[in-house]
């Protein structure tokens, strides 16, 4: 355990509080995906640029604060089971997952909607993105495409 903690005003933000913080963060982000009216402006404002801002803030300070001080690197898997072994690094990398996961399931439901995929079909495929970021991607590529009624190859590209 690192003894150090982050300050914010007088409340020492621990490793776990920040984890706990990040997570609140992103599965806010990920209600208002599932549960908020598509009519809603911010429906994906909010979970594509309005939290993970909030979250890259997050992992640039713990980056900038822990990163050297950590020991290790990205060279081996070695090196990077070192550089994670910090507390406070490992919740910079978690926060990392959360923020590009969410920043992606927000722009798949929106070219879902686009597609006018149901949020009953939806809600599984952005859990899918949520819980195993890639697979769920190619899951929700796929429904787009299906429900379009076009090669996926051809979606993908942004031709018509």
Not at 118 to 126: F, I, K, N, T
Not at 141 to 156: F, Y
Request: charged share 15%; hydrophobic share 50%; aromatic share 10%.
């Amino acid at each position: 355990m690192c003894p150090m903690e982050i300050y914010s005003g007088d409340i020492a933000m621990s490793p776990d509080r920040l984890f706990d913080l990040a997570n609140t963060l992103a599965l806010a982000g990920w209600v208002v995906l599932l549960f908020a009216p598509r009519r809603w402006p911010g429906v994906t404002h909010v979970p594509r640029w309005g939290i993970p801002i909030a979250l890259s803030a997050l992992y640039a300070g713990l980056m900038l604060a822990y990163f050297d001080q950590a020991g290790g690197s990205y060279g081996s898997i070695a090196e990077v089971r070192q550089l994670f072994a910090s507390d406070e690094v490992l919740v910079a990398g978690w926060t990392h997952y959360l923020t590009f996961d969410l920043m992606i399931g927000a722009l798949m439901a929106e070219r879902l909607d686009g597609a006018e995929v149901s949020r009953l079909v939806q809600a599984p495929v952005l859990a899918c993105i949520f819980l195993f970021g890639p697979l769920g991607v190619l899951l929700s590529l796929g429904t787009e495409a299906a429900m379009r009624g076009g090669p996926l190859l051809r979606r993908i590209g942004g031709a018509a």
